[in-house]
């Protein structure tokens, strides 16, 4: 069966630190990869996607994502985190329609 | 351009109540989404429309979930009777094709009391 799992389900990272947000995909062939963040009674912002070519892809807001495919992971990367990245972070993949994982809420110490 | 928008932002209501959500998608997005997120988990698909036609909707309770997006543009989501368990927040995204990423909404947010 089709899913996404993120192992982390609580990260707490000291402001000015780096981060990395972990993603495993189970599917039968490589799907399109998303990463996605939820600031609370917000809707969802797409940070990064991976379609194809290039398995290192930047996004929005300083964030980056690596696509391995022999492990099947999609990690999301940061090199210094700031207060307002404090948020839900969800990945995702799209095959047809897109499903997410549980999500890893991101906590950051002034 | 504007995004994904959906009203009402939040609802209260009492169960057994009927309740409706609306979603107008991007501008020429023929692939509209609704997703319902519990507390604390990641969104979950409720159906899925291409243009007019709901193309996957087995996750939808028909027992009491109904949607509906005529003309291929707006759609409504409705619940009849609501339970408690519906309490959530229900998402709406659109993309340009089935294969494209998703934008979302604000979502709804229903308590269910």
């Known amino acids: 069966a089709q899913s996404v799992t993120q192992p982390d389900i609580h990260i707490t990272v000291s402001e000015g630190a780096s981060l990395e947000l972990r993603c495993n995909y189970s599917y039968g062939a490589t799907p399109y990869l998303f990463w996605y963040v939820q600031s609370p009674g917000q809707g969802l912002q797409l940070l990064l996607k991976y379609f194809s070519g290039d398995t290192l892809v930047q996004g929005i807001k300083g964030f980056e994502a690596e696509f391995k495919r022999s492990q099947s992971s999609f990690n999301l990367r940061k090199p210094s985190v700031h207060w307002s990245d404090a948020a839900e972070y969800f990945c995702?993949?799209?095959?047809?329609?897109?499903?997410f994982g549980p999500g890893t809420s991101l906590s950051v110490i002034p | 351009e504007a995004g994904v928008v959906q009203s009402p932002r939040y609802k209260i209501i009492e169960k057994k109540q009927p309740v409706a959500f609306w979603c107008n998608p991007i501008?020429?997005?023929?692939?509209l989404y609704w997703y319902r997120q519990n507390l604390g988990q990641g969104p979950e698909l409720l159906i899925r429309y291409e243009n007019e036609e709901a193309v996957d909707d087995s996750q939808l309770p028909k027992d009491r979930f109904s949607a509906e997006r005529l003309k291929g543009v707006d759609s409504t989501l409705k619940i009849q009777p609501a339970e408690l368990g519906d309490s959530a927040v229900y998402l709406c995204a659109s993309s340009s094709g089935p294969n494209t990423e998703a934008f979302f909404g604000q979502g709804t947010r229903l308590t269910v009391v």
């Open positions: 501008s020429g997005h023929n692939t």
């Open positions: 995702a993949v799209l095959r047809d329609k897109v499903i």
